[in-house]
């Protein structure tokens, strides 16, 4: 898996794969990464000690895929694995097993010793490949960022 973390010329990239599934997903509404502010300025919002974004790249240096974490203040220790996505054409390739990896390793470099993430119903396929990758469900925390997410989860890194 080739990646990098994100430049500003893969901003509109990103964006654009993000609300393309989360619309094939019904997820297009109030309340999820779909109306984040900063969902066309990731290059703007990650590159600290405490949150990174990393595209994924096919062989001829195409974003295909993303994956980021931030710090997530209201649990000590914990960084908030966040928008996990692939574009269409490379899903079925284990990919995201891969994805996963690399966002945990990288939390494990900047110190983090949790892993917290919040998903939708509505997307089996993150919530199976959350579970596969030993993620437990937890109850719905207090400070949850997206008000729409009914899903979270916990991992020990």
């Known amino acids: 898996?080739?990646?990098?973390?994100?430049?500003?010329?893969d901003n509109k990239k990103i964006a654009a794969l993000i609300r393309t599934s989360?619309?094939?997903?019904?997820?297009?509404?109030?309340?999820?990464?779909?109306?984040?502010?900063?969902l066309d300025h990731f290059s703007e919002l990650y590159g600290t000690d405490d949150s990174k974004y990393f595209v994924i790249l096919d062989e001829f240096d195409n974003v295909i895929g993303?994956?980021?974490f931030s710090k997530f203040s209201p649990m000590k220790d914990t960084a908030e694995l966040q928008k996990l996505y692939l574009d269409d054409c490379a899903k079925?390739?284990?990919?995201g097993y891969e994805m996963m990896k690399l966002a945990e390793d990288k939390m494990r470099e900047a110190g983090y010793k949790?892993?917290?993430?919040?998903?939708h119903s509505n997307l089996q396929a993150a919530v199976h490949l959350y579970e596969k990758c030993g993620y437990t469900e937890i109850e719905r925390p207090e400070e949850v960022g997206h008000s729409t997410m009914?899903?979270?989860f916990m991992k020990k890194l």
Do not use: C, H, Q, W
């Not at 949790?114 to 998903?119: G, Q």
């Open 22 to 38: 989360l619309k094939s997903f019904g997820l297009d509404i109030p309340g999820t990464a779909y109306y984040d502010e900063g």
């Open 1 to 9: 898996m080739n990646y990098r973390e994100i430049e500003k010329k």
């Open 92 to 95: 079925g390739k284990g990919l």
């Open 114 to 119: 949790f892993s917290y993430l919040e998903t």
């Open 66 to 68: 993303g994956v980021g």
């Open 150 to 152: 009914d899903r979270f």
